[in-house]
């Protein structure tokens, strides 16, 4: 691995699949450990003791955690593919939209598979604005990037691999609502530092069945 870094991670987890992702941008060879959740290893506990989550990024021996800091790290180290704009106004945008899928897309995907009846129907109506308001954003462009793909781009396309767990949880289509977000989840899925990271929309969704078992849900 190079000079010893390595990924603390979760195979299904979209924060760290966005590492995975930023690493492959950058062509930089890791180790990748695969943590268990539910008997977390003592190498996590110590190297994030606080929220005593994955993913975390450990390089020269010192961790690196939360995601969006983990890929802007990475973004720093090495230099080639930037994932985040040169122009301190467009970073500071991008950084407000991953910021926006942080606080939004995940807390109301979870409980789109979490919540029944009315509950549910109000998530339904939250998960079809914030995509809404996501593929506002993206416009007519490649990438949230722009011509490149970059910082917003791996913040949300792990998300991409749970879109049709939505559907099948929301009983709504994103192809009909948001057209332009689901070519860009196929654009995205053409690079390979995106389509070796997600794992097939199914076998989320299979995952999801876990949880909500596991949850008492089902
Ligand atoms: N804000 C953080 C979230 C990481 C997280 O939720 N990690 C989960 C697995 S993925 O859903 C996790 O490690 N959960 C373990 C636990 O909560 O005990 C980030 O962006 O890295």
Redesign the pocket.
Known sequence: AEDGMVLLD?WV?P??QRCRIALAEKGVDYEYKEEN?SDKSPLLLKMNPIH????VLIHHGKPI????IIVQYIDEIWSNNPLLPSDPYERAKARFWADFV?KKVYECGTRLWKLKGEAREEDRKDMIKILKLLEGELGDKKYFGGETFGFVDVALVPFTAWFHTYEICGNFSIEKECPKLVAWAKRCMERESVSKSLHDSHKVHEFVGYLKRLFGLE
Do not use: M, N, V, Y
Not at 52 to 55: C, G, Q, R
Not at 65 to 68: G, I, V
């Open positions: 979760f987890s924060f760290g959740l005593k989550k994955i993913p955690c939360e995601s969006l942080d």
